[in-house]
């Protein structure tokens, strides 16, 4: 058997039991505490008593012709009118009692000025000297019966237990009232979370403007859902946007491979056809390792670090077929000092190649890789003499599919525009950027990364 089966499971049904527990603990508290200080009450009152009922029999004896008197009074029967009087340790008088009590009062006289307590018979008794004329002449022991204080108790204890019992009913009932009406937005918005689909990304709790924490928890919620709504439109934009740069040099592949199969050719054209399918699948490949890679790296893996010089080096070998056949003279600046960067060798090249492809495909005859070192982060400069991008389009190319007014250079390749915003992808992923400056002389983009 599981050791939390019976538990309530609800947060309702917890916060009520806590609580009824604390509440019921506080009673239990507070009624013990109340009986016991009433007890030590009684007691004290019955002792006074019975201190002053010896007072007053002694203070009234009388001694006539060498003898103690005590005044008549009227016998009642009963130990709260009555009191001992012992002369030389006789009993002259008492009254018509118990003979264990009778017993007891005997001992009182021994011990003069203390209370006595008799449990069995429900008594008290207190012995005091009686003086007469600077003389003791006898003692009384006065006694008082603790059954009307027994009854006091005993109703005190029944009444200030139905009162607890009362109060935690009452308490039980308006917390569980105040707790549904707490807790009745988040049963909605729970029920509004269930009835929602994949296909509501659009329905938020829209709980009004926040006045407490629930009304917070709401808004908090209301804006992670605009979050992951947005990030879902990007990645099913971004989503279609890949399948169709897959799409083309797929496309490519097949009708080379359907040319090349449809009649014999000459060794050459064969060679060339099988070109063309590489390139594609190159390109394939790299667009696919870079989702990859951002996925890596979104995923917080552990970043290494490499230099920045090699990385530039390597990546001017990539671009090197395609500056070739543009007529591009690609260069890499090396920096003073070795400069590092905080990511892996294959991550930074997989960020740059993106943009020095893009610099060459609009660059008219010149394209300049640089790095330099900015406090905790390197920037990776790809310079181009070719149109530049507009102050208007700085953010706008970074966009899936979106490619600026440079595309309309009848020398640019056409592409789907993915390859900025693979590499913007990536470089957030690695704690980086991408930006891209308005610059008069060409264009300017800066490769923003972890210093390693």
């Known amino acids: 058997m599981s050791p939390f089966k019976g538990r309530p499971r609800g947060v309702r049904a917890r916060l009520l039991l806590i609580v009824v527990v604390a509440v019921a603990a506080a009673l239990a508290l507070m009624t013990l505490g109340f009986n016991v200080l009433l007890s030590r009450a009684l007691s004290r009152d019955a002792d006074a008593l019975a201190r002053s009922r010896a007072a007053a029999e002694a203070g009234s004896l009388n001694m006539v012709n060498g003898r103690v008197v005590r005044p008549r009074v009227p016998d009642t029967g009963g130990l709260d009118s009555e009191a001992w009087l012992f002369v030389s340790g006789v009993a002259v008088e008492r009254p018509a009692v118990s003979h264990a009590l009778d017993r007891?009062?005997?001992?009182?006289?021994?011990?003069?000025?203390?209370?006595?307590?008799?449990?069995?018979?429900?008594?008290?008794?207190?012995?005091?000297?009686?003086?007469?004329?600077?003389?003791?002449?006898?003692?009384?022991?006065?006694?008082?019966?603790?059954?009307?204080?027994?009854?006091?108790?005993?109703?005190?204890?029944?009444?200030?237990?139905?009162?607890?019992?009362?109060?935690?009913?009452?308490?039980?009932?308006?917390?569980?009232?105040?707790?549904?009406?707490?807790?009745?937005?988040?049963?909605?918005?729970?029920?509004?979370?269930?009835a929602w689909s994949a296909n509501d990304a659009d329905r938020r709790f829209a709980a009004g403007e926040p006045h407490d924490e629930l009304g917070q928890l709401a808004a908090t919620l209301d804006s992670l859902l605009d979050r992951l709504s947005a990030s879902l439109r990007r990645e099913q934009r971004f989503t279609a946007e890949l399948s169709h740069e897959l799409r083309t040099p797929l496309a490519k592949v097949c009708t080379e491979a359907e040319l090349a199969l449809r009649r014999q050719r000459e060794?050459?054209?064969?060679?060339?056809?099988?070109?063309?399918?590489?390139?594609?699948?190159?390109?394939?490949?790299?667009?696919?390792?870079?989702?990859?890679?951002?996925?890596?790296?979104?995923?917080?893996?552990?970043?290494?670090?490499?230099?920045a010089t090699a990385v530039l080096r390597e990546v001017a070998v990539a671009c090197d077929d395609m500056a070739v056949e543009r007529g591009i003279e690609l260069a890499v600046r090396p920096p003073a000092t070795a400069v590092m960067v905080g990511v892996e060798a294959e991550v930074a090249q997989r960020i740059v190649q993106p943009v020095v492809e893009n610099a060459c495909q609009y660059a008219a005859g010149q394209v300049t890789l640089g790095v330099a070192r900015r406090g905790s982060e390197i920037e990776i400069t790809v310079d181009d003499d070719g149109p530049g991008v507009r102050r208007g389009e700085l953010e706008s190319i970074f966009e899936p599919g979106v490619r600026g007014s440079a595309g309309n250079d009848t020398r640019a390749r056409r592409g789907a525009g993915l390859g900025l915003a693979l590499s913007r992808r990536l470089a957030q992923a690695a704690s980086g950027d991408v930006t891209a400056a308005a610059h008069d002389g060409g264009g300017r983009f800066v490769v923003h990364l972890p210093a390693g």
């Open 104 to 194: 007891a009062a005997l001992g009182a006289v021994a011990t003069p000025g203390r209370i006595i307590v008799v449990p069995r018979e429900r008594a008290r008794l207190y012995a005091r000297a009686a003086v007469v004329d600077g003389r003791r002449v006898a003692t009384v022991v006065a006694g008082v019966s603790m059954r009307p204080y027994l009854t006091t108790r005993k109703t005190a204890l029944i009444g200030s237990l139905a009162l607890a019992l009362g109060l935690l009913v009452v308490v039980a009932l308006v917390t569980r009232w105040v707790l549904a009406a707490a807790l009745r937005p988040v049963a909605r918005m729970t029920a509004d979370a269930e």
């Open 267 to 307: 060794p050459q054209a064969y060679e060339e056809a099988l070109k063309m399918v590489l390139g594609n699948a190159q390109a394939m490949t790299r667009t696919i390792d870079t989702l990859v890679t951002a996925q890596r790296q979104g995923t917080g893996l552990a970043r290494g670090s490499a230099d």
